[in-house]
């Protein structure tokens, strides 16, 4: 991770509701457990159960780039961890 790159980061509680999101206001308070990326993978899913798991890891993913719509990797999520019941998590772009 280099300087200039964006940092996105989110919370969710452990059934999936979007308690804070750094980058699209719209998804706080909505149950984002089923979405998935463009290739079907339910990767909020993973992250919560990463979190409650193992309390650290990566999860790959695709996720749709603005304006254009289409989809490109992120890097790996870097480390959701548990905190008081809600699980942050850091996406690295």
Do not use: H
Request: with cysteine; charged share 25%; hydrophobic share 30%.
């Amino acid at each position: 991770m280099g300087p200039g790159r964006p940092l996105y980061l989110f919370v969710y509680d452990g059934a999936g509701k979007c308690m804070a999101q750094g980058s699209t206001s719209t998804f706080v308070g909505t149950n984002r457990l089923a979405v998935k990326d463009p290739d079907g993978k339910p990767y909020i899913a993973e992250i919560i159960k990463l979190g409650k798991d193992a309390g650290k890891g990566w999860v790959d993913y695709k996720f749709l780039t603005r304006p254009t719509g289409g989809s490109s990797p992120r890097p790996p999520t870097s480390r959701p961890a548990k905190a008081g019941g809600l699980l942050r998590d850091l996406q690295i772009s």
